[in-house]
């Protein structure tokens, strides 16, 4: 299907490059060669190259560092807070009892949840399903309750998983093993993927949207020593460096949060492409905006705020993690606003020929996706069934290429002139003044 694909663009494209040629081609669609492809495309192929070329050698790491753990098996606390999340746990627990790696306790904490959660989990509880359970009265957040979980925590590792979550057999095992690699790792993000993918075309893309930011991109930055964010739904992190470090702090933006003060603290972080989570993502755009919104303003408020001291020297300065932070202000949020200067100058440069223009450059987003879309067939464990998303690919260029940038730019904008997230309803109000109060 790709190959007939690619067929029809470069008979497309050469029709339009026989009428303005590649000079006049790469000056008007300058943004998409010069900034997106090297960064989103480029380095995502010399990745994959990589990944085949290095498969022994990967293969014996893994072994040596799977005999080592479970030569010494150490206890893993399996943490998992959340808030009205009771149609979700038992689906969690059935997954966690199923695991190859099975030396974990299971703590629960209920963030003053108003549904059957309770009843649920003490239930569980009761059976021997968890081990320990919490209920938070009064809600405090997401931080707070899992904070309270790490003060519980009696392992070695705490695997942090967000509750509506569910594991492929062998993760836990797969999140642990590059702890075993180098003694310097001290926190390891699992790989995200989306379960309820069939859902709606907004699911859909999002499944796209996984597979090709977190399982391809998150190798890329991992493989450039760049990795910045371990994903709240599935992560591992050494029990005694997370009290070290004070654990998390009030989000949005927990993931990157707690991954920069692993980093800024000396330590490694790792990326685990094959330890695989499933969790649901909002079916609804409205829904998605909200989400994906609150997740763009984290950016500013961190990144730009929190953590800007990882941009100059100082007693926590780390060459990789400035360019690790760099990267990551310049392609999601600078280069956002270089977007919309592009996009303005592209429309009244060409008016006269705005739709063949907006034509070609859709023609060359989709050969840029199917390029993509190639490499995560190639890296995925499980590309037979991920295949039929291919189909997605004539909107996924709509959805990356301007719906998520407004989005962004939406929540970029409103955090950088307002801090709205400390109003985000997604937080207690109480929890998000002290934050504001503490500059967190």
Not at 18 to 39: K, V, Y
Not at 359 to 369: D, K
Not at 427 to 439: D, L, Q, W
């Amino acid at each position: 299907m790709l190959s007939y694909a690619f067929e029809i663009i470069d008979g497309i494209v050469a029709c339009f490059t026989s009428n303005f040629g590649w000079s006049e081609m790469a000056a008007t669609f300058w943004f998409l060669f010069f900034i997106e492809f090297p960064r989103y495309y480029l380095f995502d192929l010399v990745v994959a190259l990589r990944y085949g070329l290095t498969f022994r050698r990967r293969h014996n790491r893994r072994t040596e560092a799977r005999y080592r753990l479970f030569l010494e098996k150490p206890l893993v606390t399996i943490l998992a807070p959340g808030k009205n999340e009771g149609a979700h746990i038992y689906k969690l627990v059935s997954t966690l009892r199923e695991q190859t790696y099975d030396n974990f306790e299971i703590i629960i904490i209920d963030d003053g949840s108003d549904d059957a959660t309770p009843v649920i989990c003490r239930d569980l509880q009761r059976r021997g399903y968890i081990d320990k359970f919490f209920r938070m009265t009064e809600r405090g957040g997401k931080a707070s309750a899992a904070n309270y979980g790490v003060a519980h925590a009696r392992g070695k590792y705490i695997v942090h998983l967000d509750a509506d979550s569910s594991l492929d057999r062998d993760a836990i095992e797969k999140v642990l093993l590059p702890f075993y690699y180098d003694r310097k790792v001290k926190a390891v993000g699992g790989c995200v993927k989306v379960r309820n993918a069939d859902a709606s075309l907004c699911t859909s893309m999002q499944a796209l949207e996984y597979l090709r930011s977190i399982q391809v991109g998150r190798m890329v930055t991992d493989s450039l020593g760049l990795y910045h964010i371990i994903s709240g739904a599935f992560g591992a992190f050494d029990t005694e460096i997370l009290r070290e470090v004070g654990g998390w702090d009030i989000g949005p933006g927990l993931d990157g949060d707690i991954t920069q003060k692993f980093r800024k603290a000396g330590y490694k972080v790792h990326f685990a492409e094959d330890a695989i989570c499933m969790t649901n993502v909002p079916e609804k755009w409205h829904a998605l905006f909200r989400q994906r919104k609150r997740w763009s303003k984290s950016l500013v408020r961190f990144r730009l705020r929190k953590h800007r001291d990882i941009l100059w020297s100082d007693r926590n300065f780390s060459f990789l993690n400035m360019l690790s932070n760099l990267e990551n202000i310049l392609y999601d949020f600078v280069f956002n606003y270089v977007w919309v200067f592009y996009m303005i100058t592209l429309i009244f440069a060409n008016t006269d020929r705005l739709m063949e223009i907006l034509v070609v450059g859709w023609i060359i987003r989709f050969s840029f996706s199917a390029m993509a879309f190639s490499v995560m067939q190639c890296v995925s464990e499980r590309a037979r069934e991920e295949r039929r998303l291919g189909a997605y690919l004539v909107f996924y260029t709509f959805y990356m290429g301007y719906f998520m940038r407004i989005v962004r730019l939406i929540g970029h904008t409103e955090e950088l002139f307002f801090r709205t997230s400390y109003r985000d309803r997604w937080n207690p109000e109480k929890t998000s003044a002290i934050a504001r109060m503490e500059g967190l």
